[in-house]
């Protein structure tokens, strides 16, 4: 049997084994792939191996290995960093959409008459009930529950043009 031919005999073997620790260190599948095949490239350019023990402990060992070096790589670091650059990039754009569509609903709040938006805004903002509005106002809860449900709609009819980035980003 020709080295190739038992390379490829030990690939088929072990691949699957040396992938799944592969991930299990990386959390990557490219990665793992690429550690695997250089796992076999080495392994095949050894001159010296002498089975001494079980193949697959061996190459378990160098994948193993290569797992570590690549962890410690620059490149991994490199790619961490990057990572959580753009996790907080979008956390700040995020943030700005958000703030956008605050300014967007305060606007158009003020826009409310000022019967509805006494209600939108100690209801919504203010968090009082609506018996604790109507005690501020000196008017029935029904009064309150009218103009809230008036504001409401208003709002929707002002606001139907925009297209709320929160919804999409939950």
Request: charged fraction near 30%; proline fraction near 1%; aromatic fraction near 12%.
């Amino acid at each position: 049997m020709s080295d190739i031919e038992k390379l490829e005999q030990l690939m088929a073997i072990h691949t699957e084994s040396l992938f799944r620790i592969a991930y299990y260190y990386t959390k990557d599948l490219q990665i793992a792939e690429d550690i695997v095949q250089d796992v076999f490239i080495k392994f095949y350019h050894q001159k010296h191996y002498e089975e001494r023990g079980e193949m697959k402990a061996y190459l378990a060992r160098m994948t193993i290995n290569k797992c570590k070096d690549y962890l410690k790589s620059w490149a991994y670091r490199k790619i961490k960093l990057q990572q959580k650059f753009l996790k907080q990039k979008s956390n700040f754009e995020d943030s700005l959409i958000l703030q956008d569509e605050h300014a967007l609903l305060d606007e158009a709040i003020l826009r409310l008459p000022i019967k509805s938006r006494e209600a939108i805004v100690y209801y919504y903002l203010e968090e009082m009930t609506i018996k604790e509005i109507a005690e501020l106002l000196t008017i029935p809860e029904g009064t309150v529950k009218s103009r809230l449900k008036k504001g409401k709609e208003l709002l929707k009819v002002d606001l139907q043009h925009i297209e709320w980035e929160v919804l999409y980003h939950g």
